[in-house]
Structure formats: C-alpha cells, structure tokens
C-alpha cells in the first residue's frame, strides 16, 4: 500500500523554541492531509486539514498562529509548533489521502513524531 | 457531526481465544466509511479493516472481522485466535463518504473514538 512518512519520529526543544515536523506522501499525491494530537492513552484528536496549494482549515480551540501548517506540494506538508511550551509536549500524527487509484478503504497515517518541551 | 463511542478503556483475552471490541457510532451522513485501526506502544496507526455504510456483507481481513450492524449502528471487531502481539490499542474510527455510485473517492477526515486497550495473556 501507499506509503506516508514523517519525520521526525522524535524531538526535544526548548521552551520558546519553534520545531517543524514533515509529513510526505511517497508513492501517491496527497491532496488532503490531516494533523492529529494525541495524549498518552487518549484518543487522536483532529487539529487541522491541510489543503494543497490553500490555506489549512484548523478546528475550532486550536491556535492556528501556533501551530503553523504549510501543504506547499502534493506530496508534503509541515507542521510548525511555534514558541513551544511544556503543555504542547504531545503525540503528533499526520495522515493522507488522495492519489491514483486510492479507494475510499484506503487512509494512510505517518510513523507519528513525540514532541518533548523542556 | 459524527461521534464515535468505545465504551471498553481495556479489554483481556487469554491467548488463542476470540476477543470482541464495541463500538458504537452517531452520524447525519448517509454514506460512510468505519475503521478499526490498531496502535502499539511505538505509536503507529495501524490499519486492520474497513466496512462500507453500503457495504451489506461484513468486512473480515484475516484474523479480524467487523460485525457491522447498521440498525443499531454498531461496527464491533472481532480478533479471532488472539496473539500475544495483539497487545494494543485499539480505535474505531469513521468518516463521511461518498456513495458507491458517485463515481469519486473521499478524503474525509477520520473521527476517532476513545480507544481500547486490548491485553493477551499467556
């Protein structure tokens, strides 16, 4: 199947620091992709969907100044948390969809990254 | 709006029995997709199957079955044989799709219920 990478798995920053985190799509072009958070043994919370060559649509509580999305190509999109504090310390998640050929059956997650504020 | 319940935080299942993980779902769509996927402690989502709101037989995938009952709009999985690898965390998930006969795909966001932790024992 379609293959999503993300990059990187983890990270640890400083508080107030900025850290971006990539999402490609390798064998298909992703014309959608969504950014999910999760908190240890929670649930995958939906933060945003990104949009090839337009603006991300953000969820409502979630601080799109913050976090930061750019979907500049159909195989990539980045995430940036800026000026990172502890209580972003988190599991982030990227999924995508789109491509040749791809059936509704088909919604493809990254490795995920663990973003750790200190 | 779309609403995804797993009422079982943790399930245990002793080594080659057969385990079943509910989920419930609230949805205005009338064409949807459910998901169950499985999450080990690194993280990964994992797919395991999927069922179709149209789809009138019950998805399976090897091990895993859905009992896909659409009246009482439930999508519970079923882990026939269980492993000890089938430690995990499991989430039911669902999104707005479009019909079989409208000819596109559906990259519809994915909403996610609350997990189950699912725990084999020797």
């Known amino acids: 199947g379609a293959v999503v990478s993300q990059h990187p798995s983890w990270v640890i920053c400083k508080s107030g620091t900025s850290v971006k985190i990539e999402c490609r799509s390798l064998?298909?072009?992703?014309?959608?992709m969504f950014w999910y958070r999760q908190f240890p043994k929670q649930s995958l919370m939906l933060m945003a969907t990104?949009?090839?060559?337009?603006?991300?649509?953000?969820e409502q509580g979630v601080e799109k100044d913050k976090f930061l999305i750019n979907h500049a190509s159909l195989t990539l999109s980045t995430l940036t948390v800026t000026s990172a504090h502890p209580e972003d310390s988190s599991f982030y998640i990227c999924?995508?969809?789109?491509?040749?050929?791809?059936?509704?059956?088909?919604?493809?997650f990254g490795q995920g990254t663990r973003l750790t504020v200190v | 709006a779309q609403k995804i319940t797993q009422t079982q935080p943790g399930m245990f299942v002793q080594e080659k029995e057969a385990v079943t993980l509910d989920c419930t779902y609230d949805?205005?769509?009338?064409?949807?997709?459910l998901f169950w996927y499985k999450q080990p402690s690194s993280g990964e989502m994992i797919f395991l199957i999927y069922?179709?709101?149209?789809?009138?037989q019950n998805a399976t995938e090897g091990r895993y079955s859905l009992n896909f009952q659409k009246a009482r709009k439930s999508a519970n999985l079923v882990i026939s044989a269980s492993q000890l690898g089938d430690s995990a965390m499991y989430f039911c998930?669902?999104?707005?799709?479009?019909?079989?006969?409208?000819?596109?795909?559906?990259?519809?966001?994915?909403?996610f219920g609350q997990g189950t932790i699912l725990t084999v024992h020797p």
């Open positions: 999924s995508a969809s789109g491509g040749k050929g791809a059936r509704n059956t088909e919604a493809f």
């Open positions: 998930a669902m999104r707005e799709e479009q019909p079989p006969n409208a000819g596109g795909t559906s990259y519809g966001k994915l909403t």
């Open positions: 064998d298909f072009q992703a014309t959608t």
């Open positions: 069922q179709g709101s149209y789809d009138e």
């Open positions: 990104s949009n090839e060559g337009s603006k991300a649509t953000y």
């Open positions: 949805t205005s769509d009338q064409s949807y997709g």
